[in-house]
């Protein structure tokens, strides 16, 4: 009885004090821990539909963001096509490769300077297409990379691709629009095709080639001194290709 009225009396004066339930002698501890709990779940729910936000933002960024049509505006597009073989060819309707880019420049392989002849920077319009996506793709990825250098690709009306200003033949295949050369990244990033494979950035090089076998390109040659791979039969080892991978597209459209 006595200990009833003694406890009576101090949740009397915890009242007169102001003290929180909680701390009120006979409080039940288990109802503040629910309301911990309760607060907690409050809490991860803000997380959730902060996190929810965030993907809705970055999906409606995805849906509106401009076509290539749009984002490269002077580029011709033109309804290509590819005729006979790389090495045995000719292109119909070629399009155009602009000099440079936000994310790529042209590079004269012979000159060895930038920007690339207009001659040499035409090919279907799916080439210009897959060779657009990557670079902004890979510049996204990588902040910190130099821009792509983009070599060779084919004549305005394919054929055979020889040497301007040597009498050495500088292509075998690069006839029928649907091969371009692109320079592997430098590891000081500057803005030029590398001499030698010291010179490449092994992890953006890889990167490069990942991105246009996933872009669905039939084969991409790598030079035989760098450290580069991917899916057998389609990634393949292929003498003077250690400052540059090569890529082509089968015939056909995707």
């Known amino acids: 009885m006595l200990g009833a009225t003694f406890a009576a009396f101090s949740a009397i004066v915890a009242v007169g004090l102001g003290l929180p339930e909680s701390a009120r002698p006979g409080a039940d ?12 779940a ?3 729910r803000g997380f959730a539909a902060r996190d929810r936000r965030a993907d809705d933002e970055k999906t409606r960024s995805r849906r509106t963001a401009p076509p290539l049509r749009r984002r490269y ?3 011709i597009w033109r309804d290509s096509q590819a005729v006979g073989r790389p090495s045995a060819g000719a292109l119909l309707r070629g399009t155009k490769l602009p000099a440079e880019g936000r994310h790529f420049f042209g590079w004269d392989p012979e000159q060895r300077r930038s920007p690339s002849p207009v ?3 035409y090919a279907t319009d799916r ?6 996506r990557v670079a902004d793709e890979f510049a996204r990825a990588n902040p910190v990379a130099p821009r792509l250098a983009v070599g060779d690709l084919s004549r305005p009306r394919g054929g055979h691709f020889g040497a301007r ?6 292509h075998a295949s690069h006839q029928n629009g649907l091969d371009v050369d692109i320079y592997y990244p430098r590891r000081d990033r500057r803005e030029k095709a590398p001499r030698a494979v010291g010179d490449i950035d092994v992890g953006l090089s890889q ?4 991105r246009f076998v996933r872009a669905g390109a039939q084969y991409v040659f790598v030079g035989p001194n760098t450290p580069l791979t991917g899916p057998r039969g389609i990634v393949q080892s292929v003498p003077r290709h250690d400052n540059h991978l090569h890529v ?4 056909g459209r995707p």
């Open 29 to 40: 501890m288990r109802e503040s821990a629910s309301r911990r709990l309760a607060v907690d």
């Open 42 to 44: 409050r809490t991860s």
């Open 73 to 75: 505006a002077r580029v």
């Open 119 to 121: 001659w040499r920077r």
């Open 127 to 132: 080439l210009i297409r897959v060779v657009l």
């Open 165 to 170: 200003y040597s009498s050495r033949p500088l």
């Open 207 to 210: 990167d490069l080639v990942d």
């Open 248 to 251: 082509r597209l089968a015939p």
